[in-house]
Nanobody, 123 residues
Framework: QVQLVESGGGLVQPGGALRLSCAAS????????RGWDRQAPGKQRELVAA???????NYSDSVKGRFTISRDNAKNTVYLQMNSLKPEDTAVYYC?????????????????WGKGTLVTVSS
C-alpha cells in the first residue's frame, strides 16, 4: 500500500503564500492523476487542483491564477504552490493519487489519499 504524507501547512496572513508537498512512500505506477482536495469545517470536500499523467492541469475556479500544482516524479512528490491566500482558503488539504491497478488482464481504478495538512489563513 502506498502512503501519502502532506506537509507545509500552517498559519499565514491573507495575501501570504504557502507551498504544500505530498510525498509518496514509494513509486506509484500507472498514475492517471495526482491532485489536491480540501475540506473546510462544515463544508463538502472539493477538488482544488489536479495534474494528469500527461501534464495537463485542472483547477477549481476559486483558486485559478493563485494556486499552481506541480510534480516531481523522480521524488514521488506533488506540490501545491498557494499564493495570494484568502481566509476562505482555510481548510484541511488532502493530496491524492488516482491510479490503475492491473488485475487479471484489466486495469481497475484506485485512489490513494493522504491524512491531510491544515492551512489557516487569518490576520
Amino acid at each position: 500500500q502506498v502512503q501519502l504524507v502532506e506537509s507545509g501547512g500552517g498559519l499565514v496572513q491573507p495575501g501570504g503564500a504557502l507551498r504544500l508537498s505530498c510525498a509518496a512512500s514509494r513509486s506509484i505506477f500507472s498514475i492517471d492523476a495526482r491532485g489536491w482536495d480540501r475540506q473546510a469545517p462544515g463544508k463538502q470536500r472539493e477538488l482544488v487542483a489536479a495534474i494528469a499523467s500527461g501534464g495537463s492541469t485542472n483547477y477549481s475556479d476559486s483558486v485559478k491564477g493563485r494556486f499552481t500544482i506541480s510534480r516531481d516524479n523522480a521524488k514521488n512528490t506533488v506540490y501545491l504552490q498557494m499564493n495570494s491566500l484568502k481566509p476562505e482558503d482555510t481548510a484541511v488539504y488532502y493530496c491524492n493519487a488516482d491510479v490503475r491497478i492491473w488485475k487479471g488482464g484489466t486495469y481497475f481504478p484506485y485512489s490513494y489519499w493522504g491524512k491531510g495538512t491544515l492551512v489557516t489563513v487569518s490576520s
